[in-house]
């Protein structure tokens, strides 16, 4: 069984210790040097359990603490013993035995606390202060941010213990990775002190087989690997993310230290002409992503983050991702590794600079991001401009020189809202919201006209990255109305189209794939920007299938009738023109048991698209037809086709009405000891299995068995559906959960913790 998950424990090296904590709001000295009074938490934790809208987010706002006594062990002895918290938010400060030992302000990024000089034989008592208030001197802080930052210790914490050497990072570069013969370059960063000390490198595939070996002595505190001339190693690609490791050991008079890092071989790189991976040009899809889940808000576990990466890439059909507006979580990156999604990471921030200390803290922030993910194949670019800022040229320089001395390997950009503003980075990334004509039909396109000139940058042309378009100048709930639903997705399929068509940019990244919380002076004034193209329980609103039906036919099909299919819903009635988001060949309508209409994509008005949407209107029916059309509302089939032969079916019937409670999970087993986490999806579906949109009744959420419910145990459906997540508790048995309604059969699902 998987044990506690922190980020890549090393047996032996490294311990999660995220169970026994205590947590109390507020803060007091007396707590420094002895035991608090407060709650029993584990860990990810977050401060406040914010309600679904609708709440004061400043109730976060303040200053809690969390403390936890550890136990004297004898493997300690002459050993060196640090905490390594993965992310605390925000300005948190620790005390080992009442003295204080560290002050991380960023939330985003790990930090260790040296407890050696610090343990008793005896208990070793740790206090951790966390500030959630929005300290004007710390990153992202000082202006207004259209996002949450949700206090409390929300990533996990681990014991460490090692050698008085140890290895404390490493930098993986493969340099000319194309080249049938790879090579490997390490830099073995080390900490402590010791003498005579070396580095054995195994480099190991996917399976675990060992590839090449290699012994080096290590120089002042460091050691660099190199391995040459190595063939038949796969490239790192979105089809088959091909995963090396590099297994290290340390050896010195100080005793011996252990250590991996996976990394791949690939090639990323931004032109004038376009974004190549591996030497080949790839158009680049995507979403910006924030971190946060609904009641828990960041502290959401390994499961939940690694879910998250499957549904941008598999179920949204995109090929990036930004991190927006701020480093996530390492098992969010990770599972990109894994599963060939590329990364867009950038430091904290949203349109304020501050002074002098504030700008120092976030190039600081620009290290502690390049320096905990360099190794991951997923991202190719690095964000080093606070999002949507004016033009800073000393700040800018800095960051960037930062950035480009810690990873040569990688570009940098700099999201921008302000056309013709100052290029520092090497890519210029763009916030793509287009005023005044973007309200206009057929006028939602990129500004092509903008892009960097010769007098801005002092170049011909510079690569060019679109990085949000789209969702907050037309948000769009899963309930509103079906009209505006349609011109959602037009619009972020007119961009995509807009894209496509031009070799000269690399790619769009929309904004977003995820509605989230936000302050009371953004979004829809419930602290809800609905900007996503799925909702906050990560439910698909119709915008999300515009980028789902671009994908490969062979990766998966999909056909996705952008309608409620109800006659009244449009102001002008009936569901026509009806948009058919889909990668079949054609379309059969099907209208009562008179009315046939095959419509192939409409290539005309998307000329650039992979797979443009059926768009089905008055230019297909005869005018004897149009009176058929809506005149009695009837039940109706949509079929999708593939040469020629139907592959998809979706019904609709004239009188949808609740017949069933749909209870879905996104797994049905649960690892209890590393405290799993599972999404569950409820739906109110009708007669043939379509979800009642506008159906807002409460549902009941009763848990038996070893895993707690996240959340409330009762709710009310939005847009026909509902979330929730599952926590395992540690214990191994069935879980049975039973969702009740008032007017629908009550459902149950059994899910089994291993």
């Known amino acids: 069984m998987r044990r506690e998950s922190f980020d890549h424990p090393i047996p032996g090296r490294e311990t999660p210790i995220n169970l026994g904590w205590t947590f ?103 206090t951790v202060r966390i500030d959630g208030s929005e300290n004007p001197e710390i990153p992202p802080f000082g202006g207004r941010i259209d996002y949450l930052t949700y206090a409390g210790l929300y990533r996990e914490v681990a014991l460490r213990v090692t050698a008085p050497r140890w290895i404390e990072n490493v930098k993986v570069e493969t340099p000319d990775p194309l080249a049938p013969a790879k090579s490997v370059r390490a830099r073995v960063i080390l900490g402590g002190t010791g003498d005579s000390a070396e580095v054995e490198a195994r480099l190991l595939d996917a399976a675990g087989g060992e590839v090449a070996r290699a012994a080096v002595p290590v120089a002042g505190d460091a050691a660099e690997v190199a391995f040459d001339g190595i063939e038949g190693l796969k490239l790192w690609q ?98 990109c590794d894994e599963i060939g999604l590329l990364v867009f990471e950038e430091i904290p921030g949203w349109q304020h600079i501050g002074g002098p200390e504030w700008q120092a803290r976030s190039v600081d922030n620009v290290r502690g991001m390049v320096e905990r993910d360099w190794n991951h194949p997923s991202i190719v670019i690095w964000g080093v401009r606070i999002n949507e800022s004016q033009d800073s040229h000393d700040f800018y320089a800095e960051t960037n020189r930062v950035a480009r001395a810690l990873d040569p390997t990688r570009q ?29 039909p057929r006028t939602n396109r990129p500004r092509m006209a903008l892009r960097p000139r010769r007098e801005t940058t002092g170049r011909e042309a510079v690569p060019y990255l679109i990085t949000e378009y789209n969702g907050h100048m037309f948000p769009t709930k899963a309930f509103d109305q079906e009209q505006r639903q349609a011109e959602h997705v037009i619009r972020h399929l007119e961009v995509l189209d807009a894209a496509f068509g031009d070799p000269a940019v690399s790619g769009a990244i929309g904004w977003c794939a995820f509605d989230y919380n936000t302050h009371s002076d953004f979004g829809s004034g419930d602290r809800i920007c609905y900007h996503g193209v799925s909702t906050m329980f990560r439910e698909p609103k119709f915008a999300a299938y515009a980028y789902a039906s671009q994908r490969d036919p062979a990766e998966g099909l999909v056909m996705q009738p952008v309608s409620f299919f109800a006659r009244g819903e449009r102001n002008i009635g009936g569901v026509l023109p009806l948009v058919v988001l889909t990668n079949c060949d054609a379309v059969e309508l099907r209208y009562g048991s008179t009315l046939v209409k095959r419509v192939e994509p409409d290539r005309e008005r998307f000329p650039h698209l992979p797979h443009p949407p059926v768009i089905i209107d008055h230019r297909h029916f005869r005018p004897e037809e149009m009176g058929l059309w809506g005149m009695t509302w009837e039940d109706s089939t949509i079929i999708g086709l593939r040469d020629g ?46 979800v009642l949109p506008f159906l807002v009744d409460t549902i009941g959420i009763e848990v038996d068995g070893p895993a707690r419910l996240i959340g409330p145990p009762r709710s009310s459906l939005v847009g026909g559906t ?33």
């Open 24 to 126: 109390a709001e507020g803060f007091e000295p007396a707590w420094i040097v002895a035991p608090m009074p407060g709650a029993a938490v584990e860990l990810p934790h977050t401060a406040v359990e914010l309600p679904f809208n609708y709440f004061d987010e400043k109730s976060y706002q303040r200053p809690f603490t969390y403390q936890r006594s550890l136990p004297w062990e004898e493997r300690f002895a002459g050993r060196e013993i640090s905490l390594h918290f993965a992310g605390a938010m925000a300005d948190a400060v620790v005390w080992v035995n009442g003295v204080e030992v560290a002050r991380h302000t960023d939330g985003y990024t790990p930090f260790a606390v040296r407890l050696t000089p610090h343990l008793t034989k005896g208990d070793t008592l740790v």
């Open 238 to 335: 979105l089809s088959d993310p091909a995963l090396y490791t590099l297994a290290l050991t340390l050896r010195s008079d100080a005793g011996e230290d252990r250590t991996t890092v996976r990394f791949g071989f690939r090639e990323a790189r931004f032109t004038p002409t376009g974004f190549m991976l591996n030497g080949a040009p790839l158009k680049l899809m995507g979403l910006n992503r924030h971190q946060n889940f609904p009641y828990s808000g960041y502290a959401q576990g390994r499961r939940s983050q690694e879910r998250d990466a499957e549904i941008v890439k598999f179920d949204l059909g995109c090929n990036i991702v930004r991190t927006s507006h701020y480093p996530q979580s390492t098992w969010f990156l990770d599972r």
């Open 412 to 440: 940098t950009g700099g999201v921008r809202y302000i056309t013709d503003s100052e290029l520092l980075e090497d890519v210029y990334t763009m916030n793509d919201f287009v005023l005044g004509e973007f309200e206009n």
């Open 645 to 690: 032969a139907p592959v998809m079916t979706r019904r609709y019937v004239a009188d949808p009405l609740p017949t069933t409670l749909e209870v879905a999970p996104d797994a049905t087993r649960l690892d209890a000891a590393a405290r799993d986490e599972v999404r569950v999806i409820v739906r109110a579906l009708d007669q043939v299995g379509n």
């Open 722 to 754: 509902i979330g929730f997540w599952l926590r395992a508790t540690g214990e191994a048995g069935i879980v049975r959960v039973r969702v009740t309604s008032d007017r629908l059969p009550a459902a149950c699902i059994d899910l089994r913790a291993v």
